[in-house]
């Protein structure tokens, strides 16, 4: 059975950081793309990261630019989003993708971590 299991949300205060990981089980994703969005009560489903199947190339909205970055460890079949100057606006649940392709569809998705910024 394939799973993305994403782990490391939580509250934080504004300006915080924080670590998101995802680990793959039943699927290896050393040669495929990885990505990361969110989603917000009301709000559509929101690009985050992505990372090439090297990690050599990583693309970033404007929104998190200089902020968050996205990294991976095939040997460990886990992809992180670590998360740095946190705004209320970053509150959302935050999900793993494998193969992210565009207008926000994956091959595979994990079942979200929340992530919650207090100002």
């Known amino acids: 059975q394939v799973q993305l299991v994403e782990s490391g949300g939580g509250l934080v205060q504004a300006g915080g950081s924080l670590r998101l990981s995802c680990t793959a089980s039943?699927?290896?994703?050393?040669?495929?793309?990885m990505g990361w969005f969110r989603q917000a009560p009301g709000r559509e489903r929101e690009f985050v990261a992505r990372?090439?199947?090297?990690?050599?190339?990583?693309y970033y909205p404007d929104s998190v630019k200089g902020r968050f970055t996205i990294s991976r460890d095939n040997a460990k079949n886990t992809v992180y989003l670590q998360m740095n100057s946190l705004k209320p606006e970053d509150t959302a649940v935050y999900y793993c993708?494998?193969?992210?392709?565009?207008?926000?569809?994956?091959?595979?998705w994990g079942q979200g971590t929340q992530v919650t910024v207090s100002s």
């Open positions: 993708a494998g193969n992210p392709q565009g207008r926000g569809t994956a091959d595979y």
């Open positions: 039943g699927l290896t994703i050393r040669n495929m793309p």
């Open positions: 990372i090439s199947w090297s990690g050599d190339f990583v």
